[in-house]
């Protein structure tokens, strides 16, 4: 089952959030220490607001993809997509397609006219799932995040909705 997360979802988000955290760091932009200081007010205030979307399995939360519309009004046309994660015991199962095909209608019900992201330039995987959804490169940020001392480029992708 997918579906909107709500503050109900809280401790299974977080807790696969920090494994997410563990298992591929590359794959979010807070690390583990700054996912651990979030408190849970705001964790619950972004999933009130509809902005993360689960995919379950027997009760169990298995993998969710994240969205933040533009707060300015001259931004409120776009949104930012990501972290997307699926527990390895999950994969392979078409959930990451079923989690960007919601959020790409969810976003596009709420006036989205394009949907932007970053994705780590090596993450072959990511970089497949979401031209595979329709996204197309638009850039490169070269040394986009350092992570344990190592430098990472991210590529900057783009899907818009009215086209």
Known sequence: MIRALTADDLTAY??????????DPFAFLLTADEAVATRDSALAAKLTAGEVIGAFRGGHLLAFVAFRR???????HMADIGPLYVHPSARRRGLA?????????????????QLE?????QNLGARKLYEACGF???????R?????????????????LDA
């Open 97 to 113: 397609q079923a989690l960007m095909t919601e959020a790409i209608k969810v976003a596009a019900a709420l006036g989205v006219l």
């Open 117 to 121: 992201l970053c994705v780590d330039a």
């Open 136 to 142: 197309q490169k638009i850039g490169l940020r070269p």
């Open 70 to 76: 533009g707060g300015p009004e001259r931004l409120r």
């Open 14 to 23: 977080r807790g696969l959030w920090l494994h997410g955290l563990s298992e």
């Open 144 to 160: 986009s995040v350092i992570v344990n001392g190592v430098p990472r480029d991210d590529l900057l992708m783009l899907k818009t």
